[in-house]
């Protein structure tokens, strides 16, 4: 009976499900409080506004699901299988706009082509007034911000496809070149069918960050749940007409996923053949070359080096006004935030999956796990609502017991920390589980014989394999905390500001160019991890070796591919 009770196996699962419930604390209490009798909010939002945020929602899903797919899809098929001028800078050129957050885009977009950017300056001098008013389309509207999604959001997709599409066996592609099949052909009767599942996995993902976002819908003027959310939360402060709001986008996520792996179905793509070569790089030349190069150069200047451009040379023009001792506290605020969400995510992260390991049969921690990956699926201002919700309900509780008014949790820094758990721990958690698999169990069984508990084992034995997945899952979580913008905006103590949250009251008032620094500061650290996954994604063909690929003309669609030497 005494080794049952010191069992470690079952104080893992027991912390598994303990960090299960508190990650599903936030969701439960915006459900709860969604169907509380109080008040006749719901009746007016269903009358007036409602109409207007499903469709503009379902717009974007809609716009940037095709968007997302388009651009990806393509990219991916032609850096991966493709030979054309400027295929190897495209390789980690086509990743850089997830260092953008789409509200900077969008505030860079807003000052160079509304009407009184730049852009529309030179067409009135080079058109006249009249000509140039007539026809120049709205940046600030629907379309706009679909557009500035779809240039931040296609790399999801891109990055999940081209992984796909490397990790594809030659023979396959190589019999149906030998039944006849174009390069074109090819690609559409086999290589996209067997990447299929990784292209719905990055569609959805790009999908939940659109229906994420916050900054550039409300800068660009688009009504969504979103930015209700925020409204009604703070301007009104109606906490059951924000959570009826929060449970409805929580629906749309819902069916989003739901559509998602309906769509595959009980499909299984496989790879039955162990020899893996280097893929066919079928030559374009001519128009077909520029064509490709094109069409890949297009989504990296709109996305990232335009509006790093933009707002490059106005951090210059405007660095004595803006970056000000208030600039570097705010840089200090961010670092503090991010860095001690990146602590924590990692050390649950870690914990849970060391958890896992130990209780590979455990369904309580296998269930636990799956309620904690929610948590990226789920938008920030919607947990912000649930966080709020939760520890408001603690504050009023111990207030009622000492006859006090304070904010014990609600108003500090730990409620934004909680948001940052329930939101990013599933980025740790899935990079830790990631670095364990290199882990064998002969390994655990080794240090045990050595005498080693689970505390020595992982300490030992673990740690120092795991070094890099625990680095990389801290500066993903590290860099997603510094660019998250609606969370923080609803959740942050009084007069602690961030970097992001400069940068939107900046945009706000329209002063665009005393934003650039603290945007362009958020994207210089967001290009770290897009560096480690371009280097990650092109590592991940199995069998590779350095030698350079077998050209194959695009123009000899009958003939196969010439023979590689297997790895």
């Known amino acids: 009976m005494r080794a049952h009770r010191n069992n470690p196996d079952r104080g893992w699962a027991v912390f598994g499900f303990a960090l299960a419930v508190a990650a599903a604390l936030p969701l439960a209490a915006v459900v709860w409080r969604a169907f509380a009798a109080e008040g006749g909010f719901w009746g007016h939002l269903a009358e007036t506004v409602l109409p207007r945020y499903v469709a503009n929602t379902l717009w974007i899903v809609l716009g940037v699901g095709a968007g997302t797919i388009a651009g990806g899809v393509g990219a991916a098929w032609l850096v991966s299988l493709c030979r054309f001028p400027g295929r190897r800078v495209f390789e980690w050129a086509l990743l850089l706009p997830l260092a953008v957050p789409a509200y900077v885009v969008a505030y860079a977009y807003a000052g160079l082509f509304d009407a009184a950017g730049p852009v529309h300056a030179a067409l009135r001098e080079w058109l006249g007034a009249s000509g140039a008013v007539s026809w120049y389309p709205n940046i600030r509207s629907l379309w706009g911000a679909i557009l500035v999604l779809i240039l931040v959001l296609y790399p999801y997709v891109y990055m999940l496809a081209r992984a796909a599409f490397l990790e594809q066996s030659v023979c396959v592609l190589e019999v149906s070149r030998t039944l006849g099949l174009t390069p074109w052909g090819s690609a559409r009767r086999v290589a996209l069918p067997l990447a299929r599942p990784s292209i719905a996995v990055g569609a959805a993902l790009a999908l939940m960050e659109a229906l994420n976002d916050f900054g ?74 520029i064509g490709a190069a094109a069409f890949c150069f ?29 600039f570097w506290r705010l840089a200090l605020n961010s670092f503090v935030l991010a860095s001690g969400a990146a602590v924590l995510c990692v050390i649950l992260g870690g914990a849970i999956a060391y958890a896992l390991r130990r209780g590979r049969q455990s369904r309580v921690l296998k269930g636990a796990a799956g309620v904690v990956g929610l948590g990226y699926a789920v938008p920030g201002a919607v947990i912000a609502v649930g966080v709020a919700l939760v520890l408001g309900g603690f504050d009023r509780f111990v207030n009622s017991l000492s006859g006090g008014t304070a904010l014990w949790l609600s108003g500090g820094l730990f ?88 940068t939107y009251e900046f945009a706000s008032d329209e002063q665009l160019k005393l934003a650039a620094p603290a945007a362009l500061a958020i994207v210089a650290v967001g290009i770290v991890p897009v560096i480690l996954l371009s280097r990650a994604i092109a590592k991940a063909r199995p069998g590779m070796v350095a030698e350079p690929a077998v050209a194959v003309s695009a123009g000899t669609a009958g003939a196969p591919a010439p023979a590689m030497r297997p790895t």
């Open 216 to 289: 550039a819908v409300q800068h660009f003027g688009v009504d969504t749940f979103v930015t209700a959310i925020y409204r009604v939360w703070l301007a009104r402060g109606d906490a059951t007409g924000a959570a009826q709001l929060a449970l409805l986008l929580i629906l749309f996520v819902a069916a989003l996923v739901w559509i998602e792996r309906a769509s595959r179905g009980r499909a299984a793509f496989m790879h039955l053949s162990r020899r893996y070569r280097p893929l066919p790089a079928y030559e374009l030349k001519g128009w077909r070359g």
């Open 415 to 502: 409620a934004l920390y909680f948001a940052y758990a329930v939101r990013f721990l599933p980025i740790a958690l899935g990079a830790v589980e990631s670095g364990f698999t290199r882990v064998t169990p002969h390994m655990d069984d080794a240090g045990r014989m050595l005498g080693y508990g689970p505390g020595g084992v992982f300490r030992r034995i673990h740690a120092p394999m795991l070094k890099g997945s625990l680095l990389t899952a801290a500066l993903l979580v590290f860099v997603d905390v510094m660019k998250e913008l609606p969370a923080t905006l609803m959740l942050r103590p009084f007069n602690f500001d961030t970097l992001a949250i400069r």
């Open 298 to 326: 297009i989504p990296v200047f709109l996305g990232f080096l335009l509006p790093a451009a933009a707002l490059g040379v106005w951090t210059i023009d405007q660095w004595s006004a803006a970056v000000d001792q208030r």
